[in-house]
């Protein structure tokens, strides 16, 4: 079964920071798992909410500022003070991190709630720069983003679920694609075991729990986002 570190290893670092890619990065692991935003002046910027309120110590959405304008604000802090220097990073600075690893990068289009109609291409634009095109699986929760991927590029790319979907295999397929990324319970759910026997790729998020990541491997899960990942990877082994 496959581990994706989930935002980074987010579970001891902060979520979505160079930090937490690197430390991800330092482990043989299959990939990991990047949320993007678009700024303002259009720039890639990889954090999870619409809004900074969280992660940060500003307030406001990210579509709304300047990439010049997220960068003044600390991104480590609300985790621990060990990483209050943290800046939230371009896609670019994360892709940079795994120029010379192997890991399979999933990234999460964030185009769900606002549009960000050129969030996919300038994704793809830039991976091909980087020369990690064979190395870039898609996902969403804006299924018409994963249809055009899976209409117009080779690119791997998975429609995120959340909840309980009948029949969702068959629905892939109509989008155009075999890839599901389903929540934990849903992946022990009927919908799942169905999709898992008529083919699908299916991986599951956020599995940080050890027995529900055995589970999952027992009933074919074929990959898991977690936010510890290097506790998963030796306790799986
Ligand atoms: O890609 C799996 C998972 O990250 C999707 O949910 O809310 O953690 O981005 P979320
Ligand atoms: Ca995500």
Not at 75 to 95: A, D, K, N, Q, Y
Not at 108 to 117: C, G, N, Q, R, V
């Amino acid at each position: 079964m496959k581990i994706f570190a989930h935002r980074g290893s987010s579970g001891t670092h902060p979520e979505n920071t160079l930090a937490a890619f690197q430390a991800a990065a330092d482990l043989p692991i299959t990939g990991v798992e990047v949320d993007v935003h678009l700024t303002k002046d259009g720039e890639m910027v990889v954090i999870h909410d619409e809004e900074i309120n969280r992660t940060t110590n500003g307030r406001g959405y990210v579509k709304d500022m300047t990439l010049a304008q997220l960068k003044k604000y600390d991104c480590g802090s609300w985790f621990s003070e060990e990483w209050s220097g943290e800046r939230i990073p371009t896609l670019e600075e994360v892709f940079d991190i795994f120029a010379e690893t192997d890991h399979i990068l999933n990234i999460e289009l964030k185009s769900d709630i606002f549009p960000y109609d050129s969030l996919m291409s300038q994704v793809l634009e830039l991976a091909e720069k980087k020369g990690l095109t064979d190395r870039i699986l898609l996902s969403s929760f804006n299924h018409e983003d994963i249809q055009k991927a899976c209409r117009e590029t080779s690119v791997p790319a998975a429609i995120l679920t959340f909840g309980v979907y009948v029949d969702v295999y068959d629905y892939a397929r109509i989008i155009g694609t075999k890839r599901l990324h389903v929540t934990l319970p849903s992946a022990f759910r009927k919908m799942t075991t169905d999709a898992l026997r008529k083919g699908a790729i299916v991986y599951a998020y956020t599995v940080n729990d050890l027995q529900y990541a055995k589970e999952l491997k027992q009933i074919g899960i074929h990959g898991i986002f977690t936010d510890y990942p290097e506790f998963m990877m030796k306790e799986l082994e």
